[in-house]
């Protein structure tokens, strides 16, 4: 498969030190209900700056933003991951966007193939099926995209 560009934009991620006041303050200001979405992700596999690491957790809230785009809410709860530094470093706030696709290794080829430095990869199989997602930022803009594989069931 030979891949041009990235699909269109799938979700827009926040990264927050605070779920609960962050959800309160997307309520507030967006009008959008995240209670009850909330769930904890721990991938079987991470990488972080092309280092294996023992593990991580997120919390995560995927909101519908509109009907074509999502608001992911994420809070890290453990591991040195991408979304750890962005928090102690940045205190939060927009992230990146994502791109849902199903050649998972061609598009990652196509970001690092246009600069990007991968920055955080997961590998996870649970109740949604098998799926793995990197992060790479983008050497001209800094910007951080999310290459993120539709859950498939392997059996």
């Not at 939060?92 to 696709?101: C, E, L």
């Amino acid at each position: 498969m030979s891949i041009d560009r990235l699909p269109p934009v799938g979700h827009v991620g926040v990264v927050v030190a605070d779920m609960d006041r962050a959800l309160e303050e997307i309520r507030q200001i967006f009008g959008i209900d995240g209670a009850g979405r909330v769930y904890d992700f721990t991938p079987m596999n991470v990488w972080a700056w092309g280092e294996k690491i023992p593990g991580c957790q997120i919390r995560i809230a995927m909101l519908d933003w509109t009907d074509s785009l999502k608001l992911e809410v994420l809070q890290p709860v453990f591991g040195e991951i991408e979304h750890k530094r962005f928090v102690d470093e940045v205190g939060g706030g927009m992230h990146h966007t994502a791109y849902y696709v199903k050649d998972y290794p061609a598009y990652r080829d196509f970001i690092v193939g246009q600069g990007g430095e991968i920055i955080f990869e997961s590998e996870t199989e649970d109740e949604k099926g098998y799926r793995r997602c990197c992060y790479a930022r983008m050497p001209g803009t800094q910007m951080i995209v999310e290459v993120l594989e539709k859950a498939w069931l392997r059996n």
